[in-house]
């Protein structure tokens, strides 16, 4: 056709199922500790994950200056009770995916390796354990909610 140009081919260095390009990616997330890569070009995407456990993306940062303190609650209520609180800044997740069904929910049992929710920093989904073994009395962040570091995220009762 006369006037018109052939769509250009993406070379092969812009191809992001390059081989080689995802070796340098794997090389990359093993030198800056990154736990996924998540890549989209046009209609295409790739996502490189590491590991099960992830370490925080980002560098922790002192918990804020406690408020003034409240009035302690009965000893027995508290007793048994253990926080989950973030390990870091970002946004929390209790779903790995939005078609997902939620990581824990109120009454799950859960151990310190079970996953309960994800916080994303950075554009890197980090998974949170449980750090203790309970029921999930309470979930006290909303999906999506912006979280700081040391905030309670979860209650369990360790006596179930």
């Known amino acids: 056709m006369a006037g018109s140009e052939p769509k250009e081919q993406p070379d092969q260095d812009d191809d992001i199922f390059n081989i080689e390009r995802i070796g340098r990616l794997v090389e990359l997330m093993e030198q800056h500790g990154l736990s ?38 009965p000893a027995a209520e508290t007793a048994n009770m253990h926080l989950i609180r973030s390990p870091m800044v970002g946004t929390f997740y209790l779903r790995p995916n939005p078609e997902s069904p939620p990581f824990v929910k109120v009454g799950d049992h859960v151990h310190p390796d079970t996953t309960v929710c994800v916080i ?41």
């Open 36 to 73: 996924e890569i998540d890549l989209r070009q046009e209609d295409q995407r790739i996502r490189l994950r590491r590991g099960s456990s992830i370490e925080p993306a980002v560098p922790l940062m002192a918990p804020p200056p406690a408020a003034a303190p409240a009035a302690p609650p």
């Open 120 to 160: 994303e920093a950075m554009k890197v989904f980090n998974e949170i354990p449980a750090d203790a073994s309970g029921q999930v009395v309470a979930v006290l962040v909303d999906n999506e909610e912006p979280v700081e570091f040391g905030r309670p995220l979860f209650k369990l009762d360790t006596s179930k």
